[in-house]
């Protein structure tokens, strides 16, 4: 082999799974468990790809169906339960937040009912926030005067067990929960956002949904799954939450 062909075989074997690995998609599905929650299941363990679901303690109660989903989350390996609250603020996110020992219970009771032990993976009820052990960021869509309403201290809910994850983009849904884009427009946003590369960490990006918009009213399942073959015709990598921060 001349010098030139084995530096072209040591770049393509070396090129190759760094290409996959430069551009991470991690999927997250909020507020579940829902009706939505056992499509978003079916397609996971199907396509086998690994997946965050951060689920909501009040929700998990509401039902023995519900509870089944939470059971059924935890069985899949590929899948993460992170929690979302217990309460999701009662979706009065001023006044939550205007208490972080208050956050801290209620997050420590969705542990409780979800079962799961610290360090949890965690997304906080409508607040685009990172406290990771490499990095930390605030919801930067907040105004300052919001901001400064709240003053909530995240540092002490991190430090109470808890991995803060936040998000790159979000596939958008109405308030009926069915989904704003198209899953072409979607994957159209995504490539577009690896081309800038403007993400919280390089060449990660954090992909929020809501368990209610994979319910069969909105065709979730074929949407899901069309989305995810999109992305692996891409050769985009999916990351499971537990390296995002490696
Ligand atoms: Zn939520």
Same mark, same amino acid.
């Not at 089944?68 to 993460?80: D, E, F, G, I, S």
């Given at each position: 082999m001349t010098p030139f062909r084995f530096a072209l075989a040591a770049l393509l074997i070396f090129a190759a799974p760094a290409q996959g690995a430069d551009r991470t998609?991690?999927?997250?599905?909020?507020?579940?468990?829902?009706?939505?929650?056992? @499509?978003?299941?079916? +397609?996971?363990? /199907?396509? !086998?790809? #690994?997946?965050?679901?951060?689920?909501?303690?009040?929700?998990?109660? *509401?039902?023995?169906? @519900?509870?089944?989903? +939470?059971?059924? /989350?935890? !069985?899949? #390996?590929?899948?993460?339960?992170?929690?979302?609250?217990?309460?999701? *603020?009662?979706?009065?996110?001023?006044?939550?937040?205007?208490?972080?020992?208050?956050?801290?219970?209620?997050?420590?009771?969705?542990?409780?009912?979800?079962?799961?032990?610290?360090?949890?993976?965690?997304?906080?009820?409508?607040?685009?926030?990172?406290?990771?052990?490499?990095?930390?960021?605030?919801?930067?869509?907040?105004?300052?005067?919001?901001?400064?309403?709240?003053?909530?201290?995240?540092?002490?809910?991190?430090?109470?067990?808890?991995?803060?994850?936040?998000?790159?983009?979000?596939?958008?849904?109405?308030?009926?929960?069915?989904?704003?884009?198209?899953?072409?427009?979607?994957?159209?946003?995504?490539?577009?956002?690896f081309g800038?590369g403007?993400?919280?960490?390089p060449g990660?990006?954090?992909?929020?949904?809501?368990?209610?918009?994979?319910?069969?009213?909105?065709?979730?399942?074929?949407?899901?799954?069309?989305?995810?073959?999109?992305?692996?015709l891409r050769r985009y990598a999916?990351?499971?939450?537990?390296?995002?921060?490696?």
């Amino acid at each position: 082999m001349t010098p030139f062909r084995f530096a072209l075989a040591a770049l393509l074997i070396f090129a190759a799974p760094a290409q996959g690995a430069d551009r991470t998609i991690y999927l997250t599905f909020d507020d579940g468990p829902l009706n939505g929650t056992s @499509n978003i299941l079916d +397609v996971l363990e /199907a396509e !086998q790809v #690994p997946a965050t679901l951060f689920m909501v303690g009040m929700h998990a109660q *509401a039902s023995a169906a @519900n509870r089944a989903l +939470v059971q059924r /989350a935890k !069985q899949l #390996p590929l899948v993460t339960l992170g929690n979302h609250s217990y309460s999701h *603020a009662y979706n009065h996110y001023r006044h939550f937040y205007g208490d972080t020992e208050g956050v801290v219970a209620d997050m420590v009771r969705a542990n409780a009912v979800l079962g799961l032990k610290p360090v949890v993976h965690a997304r906080l009820p409508g607040r685009d926030v990172f406290r990771l052990p490499s990095m930390s960021k605030n919801d930067t869509s907040l105004g300052l005067a919001q901001e400064g309403h709240e003053e909530p201290d995240y540092e002490f809910v991190a430090a109470s067990g808890f991995y803060l994850y936040g998000w790159d983009h979000e596939w958008v849904h109405k308030d009926n929960g069915e989904p704003v884009q198209s899953v072409d427009h979607l994957v159209s946003e995504i490539d577009h956002l690896f081309g800038y590369g403007r993400f919280v960490k390089p060449g990660k990006l954090i992909l929020l949904m809501h368990d209610e918009m994979f319910q069969d009213g909105f065709d979730g399942k074929t949407k899901l799954t069309n989305l995810i073959a999109a992305l692996k015709l891409r050769r985009y990598a999916f990351g499971a939450i537990q390296g995002y921060d490696d």
